[in-house]
């Protein structure tokens, strides 16, 4: 372990050469010439910059916090915040989505609307009772 630092010196935990470069006089940064000196590197750096937010890399779906993010979303176009909807849905016509995606910007008929159990049950006490007896027969007595 010794044969870092050498033989015969004492361990401090900072390396041989700590010791012998100190600070000067403080320099000063001329602001402008350096701009200058990199203005091709600051020009490339905002075009990417502005290429990126153009490209439009990002989704309206991305742009929601963690919290508001639903797989839901992605199928009812409702179900996204009023202020990214328009562009949710110009996202959604130019990835070609089915037309039932885009239903939720539609009105829904009664029809559409009314429930399973709304549906399935009858009208009239005599269709529920011609219903419990369609696959039974009386027995002669």
């Given at each position: 372990?010794?044969?870092a630092?050498?033989?015969?010196?004492?361990?401090?935990?900072?390396?041989?050469?700590?010791?012998?470069?100190?600070?000067?006089?403080?320099?000063?940064?001329?602001?402008v010439?350096?701009?200058?000196?990199?203005?091709?590197?600051?020009?490339?750096?905002?075009?990417?910059?502005?290429?990126?937010?153009?490209?439009?890399?990002v989704?309206?779906?991305?742009?929601?916090?963690?919290?508001?993010?639903?797989?839901?979303?992605?199928?009812?176009?409702?179900?996204?915040?009023?202020?990214?909807?328009?562009?949710?849905?110009?996202?959604?016509?130019?990835?070609?989505?089915?037309?039932?995606?885009?239903?939720?910007?539609?009105?829904?008929?009664?029809?559409?609307?009314?429930?399973?159990?709304?549906?399935?049950?009858?009208?009239?006490?005599?269709?529920?009772?011609?219903?419990?007896?369609?696959?039974?027969?009386?027995?002669?007595?």
């Amino acid at each position: 372990m010794d044969t870092a630092h050498g033989a015969g010196e004492k361990r401090t935990g900072q390396p041989p050469e700590a010791g012998r470069y100190t600070l000067g006089k403080a320099r000063s940064v001329d602001v402008v010439g350096f701009v200058e000196a990199r203005a091709f590197e600051i020009n490339a750096l905002q075009r990417s910059l502005e290429d990126a937010r153009a490209a439009g890399n990002v989704r309206a779906f991305q742009t929601l916090p963690r919290h508001l993010r639903r797989r839901a979303a992605s199928h009812n176009v409702k179900r996204i915040p009023a202020r990214l909807r328009e562009r949710a849905i110009a996202e959604m016509t130019k990835s070609a989505v089915s037309s039932k995606t885009l239903a939720g910007t539609d009105r829904l008929t009664n029809a559409q609307r009314s429930n399973r159990y709304k549906r399935r049950r009858t009208r009239t006490v005599r269709e529920e009772y011609e219903l419990r007896q369609a696959g039974k027969r009386w027995l002669e007595t």
